[in-house]
């Protein structure tokens, strides 16, 4: 499977990584914890079968001192006990807001009760945008067939720099 464009050699491909990325970075900044930014960002992009992205956030947090052992269980959070709840209801909102076509009701009132408990309108806001972006992103990835492995850590706002 061949990249089927490099959107950042492609003018108006750039224009909008840039842009993109101008929204990424309001994310980065938000309070919204470092950690969950990547956890969340990890699992939609493992539901979206997306290897550029899965590893772009693998690489990122364990460069901001995530755990192996934290990374390797994303997929299967819900049995493990290395997740607060905190980090549980983001993850479980990740999941409900990247899986809309599979549920018919979208994000469960419940999930955003748990969401409620633990972070504030800022974080919840911040929360949101990340994952309506993230599942932009693995959709340009997936579209034009940009394969993980090569990602290092910090290259993406290098590349946009």
Not at 50 to 65: P, R
Not at 86 to 108: C, I, K, N, P, Y
């Amino acid at each position: 499977m061949d990249t089927r464009i490099n959107l950042f050699e492609n003018e108006i491909g750039l224009r909008f990584a840039k842009r993109f990325a101008g929204a990424g970075l309001v994310i980065h900044d938000s309070p919204l914890p470092r950690s969950t930014q990547e956890l969340v960002s990890l699992r939609a992009s493992q539901i979206n079968g997306c290897g550029h992205c899965i590893d772009m956030h693998v690489k990122e947090a364990a460069a901001a001192g995530e755990s192996a052992v934290r990374l390797h269980l994303v997929a299967a959070w819900r049995e493990s006990t290395v997740f607060t709840e905190a980090e549980q209801a983001a993850l479980a909102l990740a999941e409900e807001g990247t899986r809309l076509a599979d549920a018919s009701q979208g994000v469960s009132d419940a999930t955003w009760a748990r969401v409620r408990e633990h972070y504030d309108d800022d974080q919840i806001a911040a929360l949101v945008a990340l994952v309506a972006l993230i599942n932009a992103a693995n959709r340009l990835a997936v579209i034009t067939h940009q394969r993980g492995g090569a990602y290092e850590a910090g290259m993406f706002a290098a590349a946009l720099g």
